[in-house]
């Protein structure tokens, strides 16, 4: 039972992966059957986990002292799909079918969060983790950008009928592109980061990280910039480099022995990507758009001389009376839709199925007592980053911490003007980059002379907790 249970690990670790990866692709799961399959899949990995964990017991591996941590948080995510099965039984929604759907989704998110925590506790797995996203972003990346440079402008199966110029990768709109590239690239930065060595800095250091192996993934952090300044999306990119700075900046400040090292990698991220290379992927058009973004109507002597070029800003005003109807249960999950017509003015012309910007959006739909252990989860998850961020035992720990802490600060920013957590693919990815800050400071790493079976009989390889003490090496029996 020990070997097939190990065989059923494997399986589910590569079917976490393929979903993480599979995700993004049909728009962004922005649509029905895909919002269905991916509940279908997290059910049948979730009930396969439980299977293995139920006849494995306590027997194999080591602790996962992640999940002891992580427990409040998915007890956190479970109490907000308590408070919307409340909405669907008790006939609190004006949209019964699409809150019933939202108690599924927010099922299926719960059960990501406690697989990857529980699957993903060692070092290698968590490396193979963040690895995947980055090449999942690497993919989205590659795929926008050269259909926008091709003027093939396709999405996966058929043509674009609207961002044309823009990318947009497999998801229909740029912004949920950017979002997605946000918290990618946050994983490949901290993964940059986590992988370095500790030694001093050297300018070999300087030229193996340009040069050397770790240049793939530098490639790769570059065709994700590239892709995500071709977006044109403001506050996509807003987001990425206000949350680059802001972590960015407190990382060089807390860690003082490579302070100089980990200076150069950031600067080199910003100035090489941004200054060098990006302005010759619509880095100008993306200026100009933020330049001449008009949230009121320019009015010069009682005369409208230039009208507001973004309606967004009504739409969060006219959203305020929905959540003064019913600030402490809401609307119900998913009903921002067909509750928005009864309110809008006259100068909004065009259908709104979200608030663009998520935390009207929760506010009206879950109300207080849905949205507050949300807004616990994630900050919860931040705070569990920025501690693997300060804490100096372990270069590994404050990469890791440093590139969750990023990708949850780059979409809370976004999150005010765009509805980037009501996409699928891109909720999921933050749920796995909340599960990412927990992992960052708990995880295991291999036992650098496991290179034998032990005389347990355990396999070579074997993995123990990070802060396990380490015995001292016996001396040689004469």
């Known amino acids: 039972m020990l070997r097939s249970t190990s065989h059923l690990e494997r399986f589910l670790l590569a079917a976490m992966l393929l979903v993480l990866v599979w995700l993004p692709m049909p728009l962004g799961s922005n649509r029905e059957w895909a919002v269905g399959l991916f509940i279908l899949l997290m059910g049948g990995l979730g009930c396969a ?19 002891k941590t992580a427990l409040p948080l998915l007890a956190l995510l479970l109490l907000t799909q308590a408070w919307v099965a409340v909405q669907w039984l008790a006939g ?5 079918g699409s809150t019933f759907q939202h108690l599924m989704l927010g099922l299926a998110y719960c059960l990501l969060f406690l697989l990857v925590i529980a699957l ?13 996203l980055v090449v999942s972003g690497t993919l989205q990346a590659f795929f926008g950008a050269f259909m926008t440079l091709s ?18 990768g497999t998801f229909v709109n740029r912004n949920h592109l950017a979002g997605y590239l946000e918290m990618t690239l946050a994983c490949g930065i901290g993964l940059l980061l986590a992988l370095r060595d500790d030694s001093p800095f050297s300018w070999a250091n300087l030229v193996e990280l340009l040069m050397g192996p770790k240049a793939r993934l530098r490639l790769a952090l570059v065709v994700m910039v590239i892709a995500l300044v071709m977006t044109h999306s403001r506050m996509g990119n807003i987001a990425f480099f206000a949350s680059l700075l802001l972590v960015g900046s407190l990382f060089v400040v807390l860690e003082k022995e490579n ?10 991220i910003i100035l090489i990507d941004v200054l060098v290379v990006s ?8 200026k100009d758009r933020v330049l001449s973004t008009r949230l009121n109507d320019v009015v010069v002597n009682g005369e409208v001389v230039q009208q507001a070029n973004e309606v967004r800003d009504d739409v969060f005003s006219y959203a305020l009376p929905l959540l003064r109807e019913r600030p402490l249960m809401g609307q119900g999950a998913g009903s921002f839709e067909a509750v928005f017509p009864r309110y809008p003015g006259e100068d909004i012309r065009i259908h709104f199925d979200h608030a663009h910007n998520d935390y009207i959006q929760f506010a009206v739909e879950f109300g207080l007592l849905g949205s507050l252990p949300l807004a616990a989860f994630i900050l919860a998850a931040l705070w569990y980053a920025l501690r693997a961020l300060w804490r100096r035992e372990s270069v590994y720990r404050r990469g890791v911490g440093f590139g969750a802490a990023m990708g949850i600060v780059a979409l809370l920013i976004h999150s005010s003007t765009d509805f980037n957590l009501q996409i699928p693919a891109n909720a999921a990815t933050l749920v796995v980059v909340c599960a990412i800050a927990v992992l960052a400071g708990s995880q295991v790493a291999p036992r650098k002379h496991a290179e034998h079976p032990g005389r347990d009989g355990s396999p070579h390889g074997h993995e ?15």
């Open 279 to 286: 302005q010759y992927f619509g880095l100008e058009r993306l």
């Open 120 to 132: 993903f506790h060692t070092r290698k797995r968590l490396n193979l983790l963040l690895g995947t």
């Open 49 to 67: 986990w439980a299977i293995g964990q139920f006849f494995d017991g306590a027997e194999r591996g080591p602790q996962n002292k992640a999940m």
């Open 151 to 168: 003027d093939v402008e396709w999405l996966l199966a058929g043509p674009k009928d609207s961002y044309i110029g823009d990318a947009t």
């Open 92 to 96: 609190l929604t004006v949209d019964i």
């Open 464 to 478: 123990h907790p990070l802060d396990a003490p380490r015995l001292p090496p016996q001396p040689a029996q004469p």
């Open 259 to 268: 302070r100089l090292r980990n200076g150069l990698i950031l600067t080199s």
